[in-house]
């Protein structure tokens, strides 16, 4: 198995990211650029090119790839292999799976990039079988891994909760509805949060609302970040505790810039919050040992197990066409 070159792709609101790994999973090479501000056809050339340029910078054709996983920022549609309308782009409909296969000659495996963290998480760090990984990222999200199986749902958007509702009537979300989680614990909506906190309530603070940034809220003791950090400290327990409510996972892994730069922040108001919202018993809350290229590894994993992510399975149980 290790003479298997595979490729893998995240393709985030923020970042595109891809790799060149060999049979173990090993990054042989990476490579990272913006996600383009245009259309879908600028996201499938830029999805397409920076994978070869993964391919170059390892000294490998991309027809020897044998396969290629991408995490892909959602909503997708599966059976046509493409991400439609997702609310942190501008582009409708991006096109992934046939302009990778045609290009690489291979099967490619698409998931939701929350499914690849997933993915990731069971194949590289032992997860298990049952397991839930969320990102705070740009946007919000998560993917399950249920009795060993990655859910997909029937269009590849199963365990999409960062669209659901922590503040019914609250915040608009880019999705168009209202009150999401997503709309108040995304890296780009809490600066937003914070104005409209510090606006409806009288705040001591020596902050600017109008040139606040979630770097700042998340790591300023001012009383207006503290306020704002202990919203969105309930906003990702009620979040959470959903999930856990949902998938009964052994382990919640956390993953997502907003909570990597911020891991105390972030994730101790859940931790000590998240009892008192759980009927069931409290799972640990963890940060990804992945780091930033937790999405990343899960694509590669999801090549390399045709998608679900066990590392004692046969590698192509899991592609289903
Ligand atoms: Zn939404």
Redesign the pocket.
């Given at each position: 198995m290790t003479d298997r070159l595979v490729g893998g792709v995240d393709l985030g609101a923020t970042n595109l990211r891809a790799a060149v790994a060999d049979g173990e999973g090993s990054l042989l090479c990476r490579v990272q650029t913006a996600t383009p501000d245009g259309d879908g056809a600028a996201i499938t050339a830029a999805v397409v090119d920076t994978l070869e340029e993964a391919c170059a910078a390892a000294n490998v054709a991309c027809d020897e790839l044998s396969a290629v996983g991408v995490g892909a920022i959602g909503p997708l549609d599966l059976a046509a292999g493409a991400a439609d309308s997702p609310?942190n782009v501008a582009a409708e409909w991006v096109p992934l799976v046939d302009p990778l296969e045609t290009r690489c000659d291979c099967a490619a495996v698409l998931v939701n990039d929350c499914v690849a963290g997933a993915i990731g998480e069971r194949y590289f760090a032992e997860g298990g079988s049952d397991l839930v990984y969320v990102t705070l990222s740009t946007g919000v999200g998560a993917g399950a891994v249920v009795d060993g199986r990655p859910l997909r749902g029937h269009r590849g958007n199963a365990a999409e909760m960062?669209?659901v509702v922590v503040e019914p009537g609250g915040r608009a979300?880019?999705?168009?509805?209202v009150g999401?989680w997503?709309?108040y614990a995304g890296g780009r909506a809490i600066p937003g949060f914070a104005r409209e906190l510090a606006a409806e309530t009288a705040v001591d603070t020596d902050l600017s609302p109008a040139t606040l940034d979630a770097r700042t809220v998340l790591e300023s003791t001012d009383r207006l970040a503290e306020r704002v950090r202990d919203r969105l400290g309930t906003y990702n327990t009620v979040g959470i505790a959903a999930t856990v409510h949902a998938f009964d996972p052994t382990e919640v892994v956390v993953g997502g810039a907003v909570a990597r730069n911020n891991p105390t922040a972030v994730l101790e108001p859940v931790r000590e919050r998240l009892p008192g919202m759980l009927a069931v018993e409290t799972p640990p809350v963890r940060l990804t040992g992945l780091g930033e290229d937790a999405v990343l590894s899960g694509a590669v994993a999801a090549a390399l197990t045709g998608g679900t992510g066990d590392p004692d399975g046969s590698p192509d149980a899991g592609v289903s066409e």
């Open positions: 609310p960062g669209h979300c880019g999705c168009g509805g999401h997503e709309a």
